[in-house]
């Protein structure tokens, strides 16, 4: 394998994409019946190479909610939530008569963290009072329940 030197973001214009982390998970669907957000597992890491970089996070899964429930999707950057509707998230689906049906999540965010530090970003999940809601597919760990989440570091 060649060696190559690594840009530094100094020579990097503005909008350059720095580097890109993504973290596939097979783990076994999230579930909750809790009113308020809570962590599903989902997350990736980032340690931005400069503070005036910004953050893009991209998180896609299936998502489903029991009878007519609401499923509420967000993105947390170690504690504080990214959504700028308290409460409400990025993502919102369900209200299925029968129940069942699956449905597509994406929730797609531009974060300014101002931070060399690594940083945690978590997908959190809500749902409707009396139902429960999911993220991720099947059941069991690693059976073809893809969850995907990206963080690119893009030059400020």
């Known amino acids: 394998?060649?060696?190559?030197?690594?840009?530094?973001?100094?020579?990097?214009?503005?909008?350059?994409?720095?580097?890109?982390?993504?973290?596939?998970?097979?783990?076994?669907?999230?579930?909750?019946?809790?009113?308020?957000?809570?962590?599903?597992?989902?997350?990736?890491?980032?340690?931005?190479?400069?503070?005036?970089?910004?953050?893009?996070?991209?998180?896609?899964?299936?998502?489903l909610t029991s009878g007519q429930g609401y499923a509420y999707y967000?993105?947390?950057?170690?504690?504080t939530d990214l959504s700028d509707w308290t409460n409400e998230g990025f993502a919102i689906g369900g209200y299925?008569?029968?129940?069942?049906?699956w449905f597509p999540v994406s929730v797609t965010r531009i974060d300014s963290p101002a931070s060399t530090s690594q940083l945690t970003y978590k997908v959190y999940l809500r749902v409707t009072s009396g139902y429960i809601a999911y993220a991720g597919g099947n059941t069991a760990a690693g059976t073809k329940n893809q969850v995907q989440l990206i963080a690119m570091e893009i030059a400020g």
């Open 74 to 79: 967000t993105i947390y950057r170690d504690s």
């Open 96 to 101: 299925n008569v029968h129940g069942g049906v």
């Open 1 to 63: 394998m060649a060696n190559l030197q690594r840009i530094t973001d100094g020579f990097m214009s503005s909008g350059s994409v720095i580097q890109v982390v993504e973290n596939n998970q097979t783990l076994a669907r999230s579930s909750t019946s809790s009113t308020t957000f809570v962590d599903t597992g989902y997350f990736v890491n980032i340690t931005p190479t400069s503070a005036s970089s910004r953050i893009v996070i991209n998180f896609n899964c299936r998502g």
